[in-house]
């Protein structure tokens, strides 16, 4: 592909990436995959270039090291080992004001992981037979449908596609397991299709196309009814500005829609075992982010709000016998797995504590014996500090966590000007698609206090940045109907402003503080370097790169020279870094090496003299902006990358995100109360 053409849709996004479009949308948020958006009145589209995925790809693929030697966020990721102990607190547990009862499970709860690897490895898009023998998925060579004996570990391809042009999405078996609806993109004709097609081993089956649309972003299958004549689905309308609910008939002949939304988008649906009721969660309204429950009758008879609660709750699923719903919320301030007694559509008492911590989990389904299986992340990122001497800038201290409570969710750190607290931005909520707060820590007390935003999500890894009097925090972001852009946020009270629309980076500022810089991307996709007079609002154009890279920028102490990374040219894999007047002057170039990456960090040292980047293998290195001699600074400990790093203002800090992750499939048995007595 031309590296001038543009890749316009999700669809396309994921078939250059050799993933899905669902896969593509979560490396957005999670990974940083530099994806744009156009925003219109009725709609907003993505895009993406070549180029630019091509760099991140390569920043990516880095040689593993030992983590830092602060390794406690591992372990809440992870089954307890104590688990007859939790389970007798558990039993012994009453918290009235969170509605929680007494739980009567069953003894030996126990967690155990059917699958674990790399995200490139295990793929979580699908669910689980009733009989809980297989696992729908993804095939992540070619993006064919696939479907893993999760007891021999043997992967069989139900479908023959080739080089993710055109590709399988999200999955669900048929109640009797003979047969799977999956979402299938059509690269030729953009087109998003939903077919079935049989899990008879033996030969290649033919997939039946029961529903195709061109008009929608994605169909999400979440249910089948119980005879197999129909399948539940979600629709994504064009630009995420609606959604709905739609059972599309297994013949073929049509789809009838059920519930609409509008820009509002739901975590999780799933239908009961009967077929009668579906449970979704969504959020209440545009200013209350978290998500209650709702159950709709399948014939549009009535909705019920099942679970109402200022927690953020997701559906997990149904018990087998339809008589409680299971869902997911973080209401006890850490995320845990909850049942509600349901009977005819309706909610009965209390919600019931199962298990706690069970993390952040992907249902996948429950078997007919009653075992949760479900996707998970392990090792995602968080914030890391070491101390370090100003002046060689090498660490002389062990890194250790900023955070103190919500480990594994937090990225982007940046110092306040005075140096007494540091903010990154959390993700919180019970699914991976939560939105994101800023968090303030405290060096002195250690204390933190969250600042929520109207965003949808931060995208953090370009950092986040406080203003130059304290007072607010700068962030790259997408509101909650899909507008990205460059937004303020007033650390006292959260109130969200957008400061610039588009594609940005978080700004830099002048000595003085009335100058803000920032990169932008114009109309034709390249970049531009703005600067913008804060007591006027007036803007100028300090540097226009034709190419079309994105990447940090980075002022200078005495606020005289800007420097920023750019591809080389517009068809190398290369990058340099640029020094430059504020004053618009002509570029020079620094450093000039393949593959330096745009989404570690970029910043000047506290003596002006040179500047701060990361070369391949995640090492620090320090060029001199005048005779540009390299020094490595240090190697730092990571896993997977270093991305968004910090010094403090007076030079003795720094401040990192670290971040490495594996998918994992793991199944929970014996962790439903007993039947009660007849």
């Given at each position: 592909m031309n590296a001038e053409e543009r890749l316009g849709s999700w669809k396309e996004i994921g078939a250059y990436l050799q993933r899905d479009a669902r896969t593509a949308r979560r490396w957005e948020k999670e990974e940083g995959l530099p994806v744009h958006r156009l925003s219109h009145k009725s709609r907003s589209s993505v895009y993406a270039f070549p180029s630019e995925i091509d760099a991140w790809r390569a920043s990516r693929k880095v040689?593993?090291?030992?983590?830092?030697?602060?390794?406690?966020?591992?372990?809440?990721?992870?089954?307890?080992?104590?688990?007859?102990?939790?389970?007798?607190?558990?039993?012994?547990?009453?918290?009235?004001?969170?509605?929680?009862?007494?739980?009567?499970?069953?003894?030996?709860?126990?967690?155990?992981?059917?699958?674990?690897?790399?995200?490139?490895?295990?793929?979580?898009?699908?669910?689980?037979?009733?009989?809980?023998?297989?696992?729908?998925?993804?095939?992540?060579?070619?993006?064919?449908?696939?479907?893993?004996?999760?007891?021999?570990?043997?992967?069989?391809?139900?479908?023959?596609?080739?080089?993710?042009?055109?590709?399988?999405?999200?999955?669900?078996?048929?109640?009797?397991?003979?047969?799977?609806?999956?979402?299938?993109?059509?690269?030729?004709?953009?087109?998003?299709?939903?077919?079935?097609?049989?899990?008879?081993?033996?030969?290649?089956?033919?997939?039946?196309?029961?529903?195709?649309?061109?008009?929608?972003?994605?169909?999400?299958?979440?249910?089948?009814?119980?005879?197999?004549?129909?399948?539940?689905?979600?629709?994504?309308?064009?630009?995420?500005?609606?959604?709905?609910?739609?059972?599309?008939?297994?013949?073929?002949?049509?789809?009838?829609?059920?519930?609409?939304?509008?820009?509002?988008?739901?975590?999780?649906?799933?239908?009961?075992?009967?077929?009668?009721?579906?449970?979704?969660?969504?959020?209440?309204?545009?200013?209350?982010?978290?998500?209650?429950?709702?159950?709709?009758?399948?014939?549009?008879?009535?909705?019920?709000?099942?679970?109402?609660?200022?927690?953020?709750?997701?559906?997990?699923?149904?018990?087998?016998?339809?008589?409680?719903?299971?869902?997911?919320?973080?209401?006890?301030?850490?995320?845990?797995?909850?049942?509600?007694?349901?009977?005819?559509?309706?909610?009965?008492?209390?919600?019931?504590?199962?298990?706690?911590?069970?993390?952040?989990?992907?249902?996948?389904?429950?078997?007919?014996?009653?075992?949760?299986?479900?996707g998970m992340r392990a090792g995602i990122r968080d914030v890391y500090t070491v101390s370090i001497d100003p002046k060689t800038l090498k660490p002389v201290s062990e890194p250790v966590l900023a955070a103190q409570r919500f480990l594994g969710t937090n990225a982007g750190a940046d110092w306040s000007p005075d140096g007494k607290y540091l903010a990154y931005a959390s993700r919180r909520g019970s699914t991976s698609r939560s939105p994101s707060v800023l968090t303030i820590h405290s060096l002195a007390d250690g204390s933190e206090r969250d600042v929520v935003t109207k965003l949808a999500y931060i995208l953090e890894y370009h950092g986040i940045r406080w203003s130059p009097d304290g007072r607010a925090i700068f962030v790259r972001g997408v509101d909650r109907k899909g507008l990205e852009g460059l937004y303020k946020v007033d650390v006292e009270t959260g109130a969200t402003v957008l400061a610039a629309r588009g594609i940005t980076t978080p700004p830099v500022w002048s000595p003085d503080g009335r100058t803000m810089y920032f990169l932008i991307r114009a109309d034709d996709g390249t970049n531009q370097i703005v600067a913008l007079d804060t007591r006027d609002n007036a803007e100028r154009q300090v540097y226009r790169s034709p190419q079309r890279t994105f990447a940090h920028i980075a002022i200078s102490p005495d606020g005289k020279n800007l420097a920023c990374t750019e591809n080389a040219d517009e068809h190398s894999k290369s990058k340099h870094i640029l020094v430059l007047p504020t004053d618009g002057g002509k570029p020079r170039v620094v450093v000039e090496a393949p593959l330096i990456s745009s989404f570690v960090l970029l910043q000047w040292t506290p003596d002006g003299e040179s500047l701060l980047f990361a070369k391949p293998g995640l090492e620090l290195w320090r060029v001199n902006v005048r005779t540009l001699e390299q020094t490595l600074v240090s190697k730092y400990p990571v896993a997977e990358r270093l991305v968004a790093g910090r010094i403090s203002p007076d030079g003795r800090q720094f401040a990192y995100t670290f971040g490495g992750a594996t998918s994992e499939v793991w199944a929970l048995e014996n962790f439903l109360p007993k039947p009660a007595a007849k």
């Open positions: 040689v593993a090291e030992p983590p830092p030697p602060v390794p406690l966020w591992r372990s809440l990721f992870a089954p307890s080992r104590s688990l007859a102990f939790g389970m007798t607190m558990l039993a012994c547990l009453i918290m009235v004001g969170n509605g929680v009862r007494r739980v009567s499970a069953q003894t030996r709860q126990a967690a155990r992981q059917v699958w674990a690897g790399t995200g490139f490895e295990v793929n979580t898009e699908g669910s689980v037979s009733g009989d809980g023998r297989f696992l729908s998925f993804i095939e992540q060579g070619n993006g064919n449908l696939a479907i893993r004996n999760l007891a021999t570990g043997e992967n069989r391809l139900l479908t023959a596609s080739e080089g993710w042009r055109d590709f399988a999405e999200e999955s669900i078996i048929a109640a009797d397991g003979r047969q799977v609806a999956y979402a299938w993109w059509t690269q030729e004709t953009h087109t998003n299709d939903l077919r079935v097609i049989s899990t008879a081993p033996g030969g290649k089956a033919t997939p039946r196309v029961i529903y195709r649309s061109k008009d929608l972003d994605f169909i999400q299958p979440f249910g089948w009814l119980p005879d197999s004549s129909g399948v539940l689905a979600y629709f994504w309308g064009a630009g995420r500005t609606t959604h709905q609910i739609a059972l599309i008939r297994s013949d073929g002949s049509g789809a009838t829609i059920l519930k609409s939304f509008d820009w509002r988008q739901s975590n999780k649906l799933s239908v009961s075992p009967d077929g009668r009721f579906i449970a979704y969660d969504l959020a209440p309204s545009e200013d209350n982010p978290e998500h209650d429950i709702y159950i709709l009758a399948v014939d549009g008879s009535r909705e019920v709000r099942a679970v109402q609660n200022p927690a953020d709750d997701q559906v997990v699923g149904w018990t087998p016998g339809g008589d409680a719903l299971l869902f997911a919320s973080d209401r006890t301030g850490s995320v845990g797995l909850w049942s509600i007694a349901v009977a005819d559509g309706r909610p009965i008492g209390q919600a019931e504590l199962l298990k706690k911590d069970i993390g952040r989990i992907t249902p996948l389904g429950l078997s007919s014996q009653g075992t949760l299986y479900y």
